[in-house]
Antibody, heavy 120, light 108 residues
Framework: EVQLVESGGGLVQPGGSLRLSCAASGFTFSSYDFYWVRQAPGKGLECISY????????YYTESVKGRFTISRDNANNSIYLQMNRLKPEDSAVYYCASLTSGWHPLFDSWGQGTLVTVSS | DIVLTQSPATLSVSPGERATLSCRVSQSISNTYFAWYRQKPGQAPSLLIYGASNRATGVPDRFSGSGSGADFTLTISRLEPEDSAVYYCQQYAGMPRTFGQGTKVELK
């Protein structure tokens, strides 16, 4: 069974840091690209970061560039998001996801999400 | 970035009736790189349609996707109670992947 399990969310003060983790199981992890998708309370979905299967290609949306760092450990089937200099507008549920693609159209899997709250 | 605009924002439909959701893309894209998701309250989104018109594994045939270029449609032919949710369109023709703002489907 394909499974993605996020952890690491919580309450942090503005300017603080958090590291989110996503543990994957049930599929050939290194063959798939991953995204971090966030959803602010009552709002829509936003892809904020991407990492290719090999880790050689990475993307950040403008609002997190320079503050967030995505990485992966293919030996341990894990994805990470290091979040620094957090702002209140970063408060959201953060999902780890491997999304449908031209290469793997039927493979689309999401974690349950982890809540990040940035507040003093 | 490619912008997706969904309409309507909210749709109220009686059980057994048809629901039609629209998504307009800010530039023409290949059908191959267009998807629909459903998000039930408190859950992660789940894939309904990929490649504009292909149902994902386990998706009932009352869900169908159509469209091309810059205009896409999701049709739910016979609404059931569990279809009450927010529906998002997504394009993956260009980076970043972008989602529409969502259409909330409510049952009357």
């Amino acid at each position: 069974e394909v499974q993605l399990v996020e952890s690491g969310g919580g309450l942090v003060q503005p300017g603080g840091s958090l590291r989110l983790s996503c543990a994957a199981s049930g599929f050939t992890f290194s063959s798939y690209d991953f995204y971090w998708v966030r959803q602010a309370p009552g709002k829509g979905l936003e892809c904020i970061s991407y990492i290719s299967g090999s880790g050689s290609s990475i993307y950040y949306t403008e609002s997190v560039k320079g503050r967030f760092t995505i990485s992966r450990d293919n030996a341990n089937n894990s994805i990470y998001l290091q979040m620094n200099r957090l702002k209140p507008e970063d408060s959201a549920v953060y999902y780890c996801a491997s999304l449908t693609s031209g290469w793997h159209p039927l493979f689309d899997s999401w974690g349950q999400g982890t809540l990040v709250t940035v507040s003093s | 970035d490619i912008v997706l605009t969904q309409s309507p924002a909210t749709l109220s439909v009686s059980p057994g009736e048809r629901a039609t959701l629209s998504c307009r893309v800010s530039q023409s894209i290949s059908n191959t790189y267009f998807a629909w998701y459903r998000q039930k309250p408190g859950q992660a989104p789940s894939l309904l349609i990929y490649g504009a018109s292909n149902r994902a594994t386990g998706v009932p045939d009352r869900f169908s996707g159509s469209g091309s270029g810059a205009d896409f449609t999701l049709t739910i032919s016979r609404l059931e109670p569990e279809d009450s949710a927010v529906y998002y369109c997504q394009q993956y023709a260009g980076m970043p992947r972008t989602f529409g703002q969502g259409t909330k489907v409510e049952l009357k």
